[in-house]
């Protein structure tokens, strides 16, 4: 059975002080609520990642970095590596956000790397993968979706593979308070998941969880966790407010 997961991205937002504010008050509302059938993620900063980590509660708050390096150790001024993110206590790291590929020239060669070290040091991977509105209107957006996969995870074995969630981020609905309809999303999640299939068998994929993100909110999130193959989401600005992050886990809670 696929998990499902809210994961909230807060990006570059945040000092310290704050983060373990929102931390501290997330804890609180999903440990009241008994959240137990969604795995809630918080993708702090990396700074936040050791303190947050002595905040939350294991039981009910997976904690995440946004990026890894690309090596191990070394002299890479400022990198933060996977194992780091690790000893931190964090159990997951998303890789290949649209931002970082557009600012920070992430391509393909260095996502094979970073989820490469990831799974070494065990942290799942939540991998994003979606197209630039140009590539929808010119409908290529199944085409970018399926190379982005092939090239940047198929290179997996299976038994590695198992640690990788999906995120499909359509990239004109990234911040923009546009979001893809239900269909769009359930149309592309069936593809990323047909995808997976014939690559790795029927059985992986359906135990791949598939997350949608792109302006998910407390408002449209019912509608979108009601299609099949959307299994949770990421969740961007959303997640900066405790109560409308809170309205989304719920929202996957009762489905
Ligand atoms: C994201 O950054 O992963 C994201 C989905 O952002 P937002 O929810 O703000 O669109």
């Not at 309809?181 to 068998?201: C, D, L, P, W």
């Not at 408002?219 to 299994?231: G, I, R, Y």
Request: glycine fraction near 8%; hydrophobic fraction near 40%; proline fraction near 2%.
């Amino acid at each position: 059975m696929r998990k499902k997961i809210v994961a909230g991205n807060w990006k570059m937002n945040k000092t310290l002080q704050e983060g373990i504010e929102l931390a501290k008050e997330v804890n609180n509302k999903v440990k009241e609520a008994d959240i137990k059938n969604v795995t809630v993620v918080i993708g702090t900063p990396f700074i936040h990642l050791a303190e947050i980590n002595k905040i939350v509660d294991p039981n009910f708050i997976a904690v995440s970095a946004q990026n890894c390096a690309t090596e191990a150790s070394g002299a890479y001024t400022g990198e933060v590596s996977a194992a780091m993110v690790a000893s931190t206590g964090s159990k997951y790291v998303i890789l290949g956000h649209s931002e970082r590929r557009s600012y920070y020239g992430e391509n393909d060669a260095i996502l094979v790397k970073k989820v490469e070290r990831a799974l070494e040091n065990q942290l799942e991977v939540i991998f994003c993968v979606g197209e630039v509105l140009a590539e929808r209107e010119a409908n290529k957006h199944f085409e970018v979706v399926k190379s982005q996969l092939v090239n940047g995870l198929f290179s997996l074995p299976a038994e590695q593979f198992a640690h990788i969630v999906i995120a499909y981020e359509p990239v004109w609905a990234i911040g923009t308070g546009k979001t893809a309809t239900s269909t769009q999303a359930e149309e592309m999640h069936n593809f990323i998941r047909k995808t997976v299939a014939e690559k790795y068998g029927q059985a992986v994929a359906d135990n791949t969880s598939i997350l949608y993100g792109g302006s998910c909110n407390a408002k449209n999130a019912d509608e979108l966790f009601s299609q099949p193959n959307v299994d949770g989401g990421l969740i961007g600005g959303a997640s900066l407010k405790a109560d409308d992050f809170m309205a989304i886990i719920n929202a996957r809670q009762n489905h």
